[in-house]
């Protein structure tokens, strides 16, 4: 499973950007895969923060970004997003893709995820 995220970078206080994940890989099916997003800042462990089912596009998000992130997939392209509004400082992190639900992120550790992308949050 290869997972690759896009679209990180500096922005200020109430701002916003659109992050990317592409999935790929040998025996890699993303359409029927539970996806997440997580972040980790500095110092700190994995906060997951969103997850969407693979097939009915149900959605869940972690308090800290409801009503201020979407998530979202294009299963035909394999590709997940997340748009992140009216971003807070303490939104700094380290932003990655993870094959798993809310469940699989905060309960293991061993499971696929990608790189990430830096996003900072600084006036």
């Known amino acids: 499973v290869q997972l690759q995220e896009s679209g990180g970078g500096l922005v200020r206080p109430g701002g916003s950007l659109r992050l990317s994940c592409a999935g790929s890989?040998?025996?890699?099916?993303?359409?029927?895969?539970?996806m997440s997003w997580a972040r980790q800042a500095p110092g700190k462990g994995v906060e997951w923060i969103a997850d969407?089912?693979?097939?009915?596009?149900?959605?869940t998000y972690a308090d800290s970004v409801k009503g201020r992130a979407t998530i979202s997939r294009d299963n035909d392209k394999s590709m997940l997003y997340l748009q992140l509004n009216s971003l807070k400082v303490e939104d700094t992190g380290l932003y990655f893709c993870?094959?798993?639900?809310?469940?699989?992120?905060?309960?293991?550790?061993?499971?696929?995820r990608g790189r990430g992308t830096q996003v900072t949050v600084s006036s």
């Open positions: 890989g040998s025996g890699f099916v993303f359409r029927i895969n539970y």
């Open positions: 993870a094959r798993g639900s809310r469940k699989t992120v905060i309960s293991t550790s061993a499971y696929d």
């Open positions: 969407i089912h693979p097939r009915n596009g149900n959605t």
